[in-house]
C-alpha cells in the first residue's frame, strides 16, 4: 500500500489541467452498449473508476481499443451476456448504469449491487421506480439486480428526490423504448446533459437535459458518435481550493467556468481572488480566507462532493462557519482525520461547525472515502509540516495523475510505498 507524504506550506503556484469528468466518463461508457455502432471516446479520465468500467465492458464481450491515454473506441456488437460480474460490479457506485444500459438494449440485465464511497445511505429505490414505470420487472436475490421486459414503453416518472444516477439510468433505459418518457424532478448536473448529448449524437431524441423535466422519445436504433467528455468540475474544485489553502495563485485550465459558478461564488464570499477567463480560471489567495456557511444541494447548488475539500479551507478560515451536509447523512467522516492536524469541527448529524484556526499541523491521516481523500491533500498542502496520507486506493478512483500535476504547482509531494 502506497502512501503520500506532503511537505506542507509552499504555495501552489501555476497552471493546471483539468482532465474528463469521472461521474460523465462512468455514465458515458454503459452508455455505449445501446449504440449499433463504433464509439469514439475523448477526453477520458485515467482513473480507477475508469477503468474498472471499461472491465466490465469487456467483461460482457465488447471490443475496446485505446489510442493514447485519454482516448477509447467501444464497439458493443459482440456483447453476449446481459449480467455483469459480481466482483467487477462491487468495486465503483456507476456500474448501476449497466442495469439501464442493458435494460435498454436487451430488455434484461443483471447487475450486482454497486459498491462505491462510503459516504451514508445511498439507495437505488428512484432507479427501480423508473424501470417499473418504463414495464420491467425488476426482482432483488442474493444481492443481484435482475431487470426483465417483454417491451419497454415510455412513461412518466416524478422522482422523489433529485438523483443523479437514476435521472442517467432512466434515460439509457427510455433511449430505445416505445413512445415518450418523462422525468420529472430530473437532476440537472453537467454529467445528465453531457451523457444526453452523447445519446443524441447516437441518435436518441432526449429534449430538456440540464432542466428539471426530461423528455425521451424512443428511438428504434442509436448508431455510433464520437464524443468528448467534459471537463471534471471536482476535479476543477479541488485543485480551485487547494490553491486557495496553500494561499497560492494558479491557472485551472480545461475547465467550463459556469459549471463552477458555486464554488466560485463561496471562495470570492470568503476573500479569494478569482478571475475567469475563458474556458480558464485564476484562483489567488494572499491572506486568511473569511468563513462563510455552506448547504450542499443538487446542482446549480454547491456541490456536496467538494464539501469536503472545502471543510479544510474553512478550517482555517477567520471565523465561524457552518455546514449543512443535505445531500449525504455520513459525508463527515473526513472530520477525524482533519482533527488529528488541529482542525476545531463539531459534527452533530448532518452539520458540522467549524472555527477556523490560523493553521493546521502535519499528521498521519487516512483517506476514508474519495473526497476525504481530496480534503486530506489540501489539508496536507496547506498545513505546516508533514502530513502522511494512506488508502490512496479512494483517491486513485477519481484523479488523474494528481501527484504529478500537483508537483508541476511546486507542492512538495512524494508517494512512497509501506515498505520504504
Ligand atoms: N437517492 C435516493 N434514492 C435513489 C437514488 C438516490 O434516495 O434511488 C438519494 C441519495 O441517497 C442521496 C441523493 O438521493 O441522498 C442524491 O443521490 P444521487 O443519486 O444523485 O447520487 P449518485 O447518483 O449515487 C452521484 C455521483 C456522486 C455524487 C452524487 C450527488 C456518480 C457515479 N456519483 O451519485 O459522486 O456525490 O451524484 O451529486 O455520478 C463522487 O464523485 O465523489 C461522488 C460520490
Redesign the pocket.
Known amino acids: 500500500m502506497d502512501k503520500l507524504i506532503i511537505e506542507g506550506g509552499h504555495p501552489l503556484k501555476g497552471e493546471v489541467n483539468i482532465s474528463g469528468a469521472?461521474?460523465s466518463a462512468?455514465?458515458i461508457l454503459p452508455a455505449a452498449i445501446l449504440a449499433g455502432e463504433t464509439c469514439t471516446i475523448k477526453n477520458l479520465p485515467d482513473i480507477k473508476d475508469v477503468s474498472n468500467i471499461i472491465d466490465i465492458l469487456i467483461q460482457l464481450g465488447a471490443r475496446v481499443e485505446r489510442e493514447g491515454h485519454d482516448k477509447l473506441i467501444v464497439n458493443s456488437n459482440n456483447i453476449d451476456t446481459y449480467k455483469v460480474d459480481f466482483e467487477l460490479s462491487k468495486k465503483?457506485?456507476?456500474s448501476y448504469y449497466f442495469i439501464g444500459a442493458l435494460l435498454g438494449r436487451f430488455k434484461k440485465a443483471e447487475v450486482p449491487f454497486p459498491g462505491?464511497?462510503d459516504?451514508?445511505?445511498?439507495?437505488?429505490?428512484?432507479?427501480?421506480k423508473g424501470f417499473e414505470a418504463l414495464g420491467a420487472k425488476i426482482t432483488i436475490e442474493h444481492g443481484i439486480i435482475r431487470a426483465e421486459a417483454d417491451k419497454l414503453v415510455g412513461a412518466s416518472i416524478f422522482l422523489?428526490?433529485?438523483?443523479?444516477?437514476?435521472t442517467i439510468n432512466i434515460m439509457l433505459a427510455a433511449c430505445m423504448a416505445k413512445g415518450t418518457t418523462t422525468i420529472e424532478n430530473a437532476?440537472k448536473?453537467p454529467?445528465i446533459v453531457d451523457t444526453a448529448n452523447f445519446l443524441n449524437a447516437l441518435g436518441a431524441n432526449i429534449k430538456g437535459a440540464g432542466t428539471d423535466e426530461i423528455k425521451i422519445k424512443g428511438v428504434e436504433r442509436l448508431g455510433g458518435c464520437e464524443h468528448a467528455i467534459i471537463p471534471d468540475q471536482?476535479e476543477a474544485g479541488t485543485y480551485m481550493i487547494a490553491a486557495a489553502a496553500s494561499k497560492g495563485n494558479v491557472l485551472v485550465k480545461n475547465i467550463i467556468p459556469t459549471h463552477l459558478d458555486s464554488i466560485s461564488a463561496k471562495m470570492k464570499e470568503m476573500g479569494v481572488e478569482i478571475i475567469e477567463n475563458g474556458d480558464s480560471l485564476r484562483v489567488i489567495a494572499n491572506g486568511r480566507p473569511k468563513a462563510a456557511n455552506i448547504k450542499t444541494m443538487?446542482?446549480p447548488g454547491f456541490?456536496?462532493?467538494l464539501q469536503q475539500p472545502m471543510s479544510v479551507l474553512l478550517s482555517v478560515a477567520d471565523g465561524t462557519a457552518i455546514i449543512n451536509e443535505s445531500?449525504?447523512d455520513g459525508r463527515f467522516k473526513h472530520v477525524d482525520e482533519l482533527k488529528k492536524m488541529g482542525a476545531k469541527i463539531n459534527v452533530e448529524g448532518r452539520i458540522a461547525v467549524i472555527e477556523g484556526v490560523p493553521k493546521l499541523s502535519g499528521a498521519p491521516v487516512c483517506a476514508t472515502?474519495?473526497?476525504a481523500g481530496a480534503a486530506m491533500v489540501v489539508a496536507g498542502l496547506s498545513a505546516e509540516g508533514e502530513t502522511i496520507i494512506s488508502n490512496l486506493a479512494h483517491i486513485e478512483r477519481?484523479y488523474e495523475r494528481l501527484e504529478r500535476k500537483l508537483l508541476e504547482l511546486g507542492a512538495k509531494i512524494k508517494r512512497v510505498s509501506e515498505e520504504d
Open positions: 469521472k461521474n462512468v455514465a465503483l457506485r456507476a462505491g464511497c459516504i451514508g445511505v445511498r439507495p437505488i429505490d428512484q432507479h427501480i422523489d428526490v433529485v438523483s443523479v444516477g437514476a437532476a448536473e454529467y471536482m443538487p446542482y456541490p456536496t462532493d445531500i449525504y472515502d474519495l473526497r477519481g
